[in-house]
DNA sequence: TATGAATGAGCGTTCATTCAT
DNA sequence: GATGAATGAACGCTCATTCAT
């Protein structure tokens, strides 16, 4: 057996190789953060991926294997819009810049967000050691700013974490909801506009109540 | 089919079969809410209400009757929380009421808020209908309660849907990501106190932006 | 156990039971007859003899016995006509008469004979005996007459026994093929007047066939 | 599905493939025509072809895949011997013929005649289709045929349908009830003269009934 | 690289039957 | 006499995975 198979550390090695990984992976994003784990078969990401079953499996050894590679693949981008919280930048206008990234993340990509989300939602089985591990330190870390910001009276003071988590909240609740919020709204979908009066009312009902009080 | 399996309008006759219906849809909320409809099986359900799976079967004809059920009977607690914002209270007390409403049913019944997470995020085929149709119609007649008493001047000019779409993620996302929670807070669970420090958090944050100014 | 159930020879006790083995062979006659011993559940004979299940298994131990019972109630219908060969009449008229009575029996008992071509399709696991002991007697008996008919030069040489074959084949096909000669009539239903015609071109294809020559 | 399976047309691309078919609709022929659809199982069919149940469902999707095959398999067979029937030829002599070879595929293929009758004994639920289309068409052909035959004086007055199910029901009557007959004639099983007096009789006593009187 | 062939475990469901009342 | 409650075996089918080429 020689296998290129790891999906945690995918070594691409030929162009093919590249190319199929990819399809495959996307597939396998788009299916299983539909359907979950469990509703999504192999058959079903070979089928949209482009190739045989058997193909698949020579990419990836299992199922389970292809569902770690997605989840890897996709925390980086997943982590990405908190990382770029600036300290050095102007309190408000920097979350109201990380609301904005956070919703333009569930506008352009959801699938993503419902991944995690129907990860978390199941006990997170797969990344509980990811959001103990590295994300515990990268929140911590922007907690730290926050509770620093609110202290030099540039920001009411505020639990940063409960605070890190109502902007999670609201914002990826456009994703991970949508069929809900476009119930409620009575709409077929989401458009580009609606995103941004999401973005506008959670900023401006966030934003009053971090304003510094004389 | 001598069966009394009437799921969605449980009549329960006899002691025994209220108790064992009771039984099966407890042991079914448990599990569909942490592992979906897909990822639940009628023996895991059985195991867990502790009776052999053709017994179940005697109650509900089928896993999708048990599931159905499971959600007719969560809906009522689930819609409860806004049913009861009163028209004619005082605006932000109101709001900080029903956000604090919300917090507690995400303590007490995180089951219930994963069930329809879960049912949501997998783009509600079950309960789609009620979205468009009794949700919506609640939703939007509370709507009209809100952009009222903007329009009286008693609440900040907002969009009274998007305010509800943030009071409902906020809230829930104690109970439907709770894993993470805990992960980034660094605690094995979350008890009362952290509830009540999250009530807090989200009151303070929302109600500054719904203060009305002068 | 003081259970009253011994189908092969059912005692009647009191009025209620009659009537209720009545019901429940009725109901699986005609299930039987049209699905088949493995294609007839418990349950549908229950629900067509308007009983529950249980109720019926109190008259009839097991599916199996039911459907012996049935086997027994239909036979001697099914005998009757050839037991009613009379070898004292006039050998012609006396076989045109048994066809009468064979197409008529297709015509107002085809589920009795769907029953029997089901059951000798399938190997006689029951009737075997039956088919081999009381029916091979009958037929020997009544093919005797024939052969003397025959050698008294009132009926044309014929090898009696299939000559009662033939009979069996032709008027039995009928009951057994209805649908397919519906479909090749081109007919919803057969109506009264084509078993006649039926009956009329059976009778007149052999029965020249059997006219004794000069 | 990256399943080869496409019975009713039957693409047999590899050796392996083909001579797996093959099998399993040999089996599926054998089991069906015994003990009809439902009183076939999966496993049996399985087992009767030497492979597992698994890899007898990456061939047939389903157990009613399995069936229409054999049915379609089958269906030219059982029509050919009426098809042949000559409007050329000398009436009498087609006829003839045309009953020895209904007798010949009695005594060869008695797999095939019982497999149509328990489909039309259970009311034809696969192939009514059949049955009003092409085996109609078929039919009302050669009755036509006849009909001239008897107009042009060659043939006695009959009706040419109903005479064709005589045919069909004396001729298969020894293949569908061949248990009957051979309990009736008190033999283990029916050899190659026993067929040939079958068709003998039979023919005998039509043909008499079809000569053309003066 | 890629595919076809094969398998075993398990799933949802049906159903005959038993037990208790 | 009659019913409700319960069970185990089996059935059709799915699916992840392995094997051979």
Avoid: C
């Amino acid at each position: 057996m020689t296998a290129p198979a790891n999906a945690l550390a995918p070594v691409k090695r030929t162009r093919i190789q590249a190319a199929n990984q990819r399809r495959i992976l996307a597939a396998a994003l788009d299916l299983f953060s539909r359907f979950g784990f469990r509703g999504t078969t192999i058959d079903q990401i070979a089928e949209r991926a482009a190739m045989s079953k058997s193909n698949l499996l020579y990419y990836f050894r299992s199922k389970d294997e292809i569902y770690r590679a997605v989840l890897q693949q996709t925390l980086d981008d997943w982590l990405q819009p908190l990382a770029a919280l600036d300290p050095d930048g102007e309190p408000l206008a920097e979350i109201a810049a990380y609301i904005r990234r956070k919703v333009e993340l569930s506008r352009t990509a959801p699938e993503a967000s419902r991944l995690f989300a129907t990860e978390i939602l199941q006990g997170a089985p797969e990344i509980k050691a990811v959001l103990a591990g590295p994300l515990k330190r990268l929140v911590d870390d922007k907690a730290a700013i926050i509770r620093r910001w609110s202290a030099e009276g540039r920001l009411a003071p505020v639990d940063p974490h409960h605070l890190i988590f109502a902007i999670w909240a609201t914002t990826q609740h456009y994703a991970d909801f949508a069929v809900q919020v476009q119930a409620v709204l009575g709409k077929r979908r989401n458009g580009r506009q609606d995103y941004a009066a999401a973005a506008d009312a959670i900023t401006r009902l966030l934003i009053e109540g971090l304003r510094p009080r004389p």
